[in-house]
């Protein structure tokens, strides 16, 4: 069992920056591929980033390539997302993910652990 809680939202100008944590309990976390996804009102909950357990290999979601990055640190069982150049259309509830596999996975369906999420509001 792994528990995730997602930490780091706010109200945030457009262009402005955020960077969201999500802490992970458990003794294996290592042994997880991490991924963030988001949702906004109305809206299908969709891939941001993802990332191997390793740390070593990442993906975006061609909507945030360039702007945010994920990053993982095993030691303290943590992964974030650093999120830059911030827009309106990036409002959305965002979630945390954990599959334990070693690759990383951009589906809903594909993982097994979900944070209860933090809320990113950015004003234009």
């Known amino acids: 069992q792994v528990q995730l809680v997602e930490s780091g939202g706010g109200l945030v100008q457009a262009g402005g920056s955020l960077r969201l944590s999500c802490a992970a309990s458990?003794?294996?976390?290592?042994?997880?591929?991490m991924g963030w996804f988001r949702q906004a009102p109305g809206k299908e909950r969709e891939f941001v980033a993802a990332?191997?357990?390793?740390?070593?290999?990442?993906y975006y979601a061609d909507s945030v390539k360039g702007r945010f990055t994920i990053s993982r640190d095993n030691a303290k069982n943590t992964v974030y997302l650093q999120m830059n150049s911030l827009k309106p259309e990036d409002t959305a509830v965002y979630y945390c993910?954990?599959?334990?596999?070693?690759?990383?996975?951009?589906?809903?369906?594909?993982?097994?652990?979900w944070g209860q999420g933090t809320q990113v509001t950015v004003s234009s």
């Open positions: 993910a954990a599959v334990k596999d070693n690759w990383y996975r951009v589906r809903t369906y594909e993982y097994d652990y």
């Open positions: 458990g003794r294996t976390f290592s042994s997880y591929a």
């Open positions: 990332i191997r357990w390793s740390g070593g290999n990442t």
